[in-house]
């Protein structure tokens, strides 16, 4: 059955891919020029929402022959606790200054190497407008499109490789998937810490709040800079504190980065701990249901039979014991007796030669791109 799902979402993706690349050469060659000033727009809104978040999901529903209600569960669409989605915001800005060192670090290679970086147009008008398209087609679409993308389609789909195996490729085809060299390596990185958090939280969710956080806190620093509220953007700080005086630049910025990695562990221990809570509650709280069904029915039966009911029918089992007890309990029990709770880890599915073809073939032509994108920065 895994290996259905596995087919199935390496083929949607591989079509993803071809789309995107069709798309990128058509604006090379400048051949959806004739959209007007908002073409970009309009080219941006049909591949998040049409392609990557309605496609995805309707595809993926139409070849597993799913349920729409179970696609969406498959693809990790499942509640958090407010407290979680508070994590994930304070996640999300440090992933975001994180970023900017992770960034800069690997724009220092690519500098290094003789890459010329793409200038960005200062030109254009400043306008509230200007902030609330950013805000959606930069940073809302791209959180929940390419988010249900990876992180839901994608991972769910690879699930057979194995935990770690499945972090890793699916993390690089995020990144390869942004087709340029300047946001391939962060956005790699990235990606592999949102399939991280996913696994952690089994939830979609959290994962969008750090990517929205990610990229509307530079829309709207980029926006403030273009605006004149703030002077300059991070990169030019950053790189005037190293020019000015490297020794106290380099310790300024390491206690930063130390700070920030502080942080970064904190808010996952957090999460870790809430998101195991939650769920324990929420599972906790099904099999309470289903055992009380079980009971109730039982009795039921054993009147029709004539026989005596067991005032503690329900809790006759002691499967249906651990149901009853609290969070703590429930660790005590373990902590006494832990053969007894040993989960065992689902084992690898060995993937089919089609899902390897396509899967292979994405990456080809993601690679392709991505390094045309440096040849042409080089030249």
């Known amino acids: 059955m895994g290996k259905k799902y596995a087919f199935a979402s390496s083929l949607i993706y591989f079509i993803v891919v071809c789309i995107f690349v069709t798309i990128r050469m058509l604006n090379h060659f400048h051949l959806l020029s004739f ?3 908002y073409g ?40 958090v606790s407010f407290r979680v989605i508070l994590i994930s915001i304070g996640l999300g800005v ?46 809302i679409l791209p959180a929940i499109c390419e988010e249900n993308l990876h992180r839901g389609m994608l991972l769910f789909g690879n699930t057979g490789l194995g935990m770690k195996n499945n972090i890793l490729l699916t993390g690089l085809m995020f990144g390869l998937l942004h087709m340029n060299i300047e946001q391939f390596f962060y956005a790699t990185i990235i990606g592999i810490f949102l399939n991280f958090v996913l696994y952690i939280t089994e939830s979609i969710y959290p994962c969008m709040i750090i990517h929205f ?41 390491l206690i930063i980065v130390l700070v920030l990695v502080f942080l970064l562990f904190y808010l996952v221990r957090l999460l870790i701990k ?3 809570e939650d769920g324990f509650k929420a599972k906790q709280k099904a099999v309470q249901q289903l055992a009380t069904r079980v009971g109730f029915f ?67 032509l993601m690679s392709a791109v991505t390094l045309f994108t440096f040849i042409w920065g080089l030249l």
Do not use: C, H
């Open 35 to 37: 959209l007007g000033d």
């Open 40 to 79: 970009s727009y309009i080219v941006n809104g049909i591949l998040q929402v049409g392609i990557l978040f309605f496609f995805s999901i309707f595809m993926f529903k139409y070849l597993t022959k799913r349920s729409l209600k179970k696609t969406l569960y498959n693809f990790s669409y499942t509640k």
């Open 94 to 139: 440090v992933v975001y200054f994180l970023n900017i060192f992770v960034a800069s670090f690997f724009n220092a290679i690519l500098s290094s190497a003789g890459y010329e970086f793409s200038s960005s147009s200062s030109s254009a008008s400043v306008s509230i407008w200007t902030l609330i398209l950013g805000l959606i087609f930069t940073a």
């Open 213 to 253: 956080m990610n990229n509307g806190i530079g829309v709207l620093l980029s926006y403030l800079t273009n605006a004149n509220v703030i002077q300059g953007g991070l990169f030019t700080k950053l790189n005037e504190l190293l020019i000015s005086n490297a020794a106290v630049g380099f310790v300024v910025m």
């Open 274 to 276: 809430y998101s195991f």
């Open 298 to 364: 039982s009795d039921i039966e054993k009147i029709k039979n004539g026989e005596d009911v067991d005032e503690d029918s329900v809790l006759s089992n002691s499967d249906k014991q651990l149901a009853f007890l609290s969070f703590d309990e429930l660790k005590e029990k373990i902590k006494e007796n832990p053969e007894n709770f040993v989960v065992q880890k689902p084992k690898k599915e060995k993937m089919e030669t089609r899902t390897k073809i396509l899967l292979i073939a994405s990456i080809v």
